[in-house]
């Protein structure tokens, strides 16, 4: 039988240790083909800047004794899957893989994620779609850090690919998030989410003087965990420390009643 093809990204670039634990993951499942951006571009969600020069490097990258042929690209993450799509495979894949992520993306805050938004753009395409975290302290968001273990959410990643290749989404789900705790090990259970309605990541405003001054925005987690449902992604993830796994739709209109909506404003009624 032909072995099913993996598109592999990842929002932190070509040279992240969670892709290629990713990589080396999911080569047991079959052909994978990595196309990831040239830079680090987290946080660029589901971005298509018009300013991307879309240059594509090939690029032989050796990883536990194992060469590789990648593709750097010029462009984010989204960008990364059009171009690996369209013009590095030439078709569609079995399966586009966004990861494995230096830190969590729960919560209303994962429209502003590279992984999540690389995911959703493959699934625009009718791409099954799996995008793959790993909990970690901010201090490693950004960085290639090789103090982080990826062992556990390379298992995690192995396990729902290759339930992913095996079995069509159900209706309704264009894509799978997935979120490893810190602490976790392959044993460790895991759940079907929701996500959370709170922002995760909250923002904080810059420290300087005066607002001509270049001041990049911060962020830290800021939680209700008192009030937050015990089967939300960020839940699970924090306070069960279990893996999370949440189903997603491209579909964002809100679920609520005509009539409510009626009451609210009725088309012709509201005078301009």
Sequence with gaps: MTKPHILLTNDDGIRSPGLWAAAEALSRLGFV?????????????????????????????????????????????AQAVQHGVLEILGQRPDLLVSGINYGENTGTGITVSGTVGAAMEAASM???????SLETDKSHHLSYSTEIDFSTAAYFTDLFAGLMLGHALPSGVDLIKVDVPAAATPSTP????????????VPVKPARKTLDQPGKMDYEVKMDYENEPQDSDVYTLIRKQLVSVTPLTLDLTARVESRLLNEFASPGDIDR
């Design 190 to 201: 895991w759940e079907w989410t929701r996500l959370s309605t709170q922002r995760y990541y």
């Design 126 to 132: 009718g791409i099954p779609a799996l995008a793959m």
């Design 33 to 77: 083909t990595v196309a990831a951006p040239r830079e680090q571009f987290s946080g660029a969600g589901r971005s298509l800047p018009a300013t991307s020069e879309g240059s594509i490097r090939a690029e032989t990258v050796t990883v536990h004794g194992q060469t590789w042929q990648v593709y750097a690209v010029g462009g984010t993450p």
